[in-house]
């Protein structure tokens, strides 16, 4: 999986480089199809924005936005955030059958109703 940090007034050091891949190296376990990650990091007089797109081979892209007072803690919440949705948007792809007790569900199981 590729990785792409950039930053909006922010340095982005090797420490926080590596230390972004390391930890958004860990989202292919969640979506395996995943190819590429994008991720930007913004400093604002007050807070942090850490936004991120990833995209999925023959999906769409995933999208997630954090914010915190610290960059650390921003991407932090982003990593959380869009793990969250890429493991949701999996199990939405693998559970695309009728729930047990839906109407048509049961007109499966019993053709005379």
């Not at 590729?2 to 972004?20: K, L, P, W």
């Not at 803690?73 to 939405?92: G, V, W």
Request: proline share 5%.
């Amino acid at each position: 999986m590729q990785i792409i940090i950039s930053g909006r007034n922010v340095a982005i050091t090797d420490a926080i480089r590596e230390h972004i891949n390391e930890r958004f190296e860990r989202l292919s376990k969640f979506e395996p199809r995943a190819s590429r990650v994008e991720v930007i990091l913004a400093d604002e007089k007050t807070r942090s924005i850490a936004d991120a797109v990833m995209s999925v081979d023959g999906g769409g892209p995933v999208v997630a936005t954090a914010d915190a007072p610290a960059v650390r803690t921003a991407y932090y919440r982003l990593y959380d955030k869009l793990s969250r949705r890429a493991r949701k948007e999996r199990e939405r792809r693998r559970n695309h059958k009728a729930p047990p007790g839906s109407s048509l569900a049961a007109t499966l199981e019993d053709p005379e109703a």
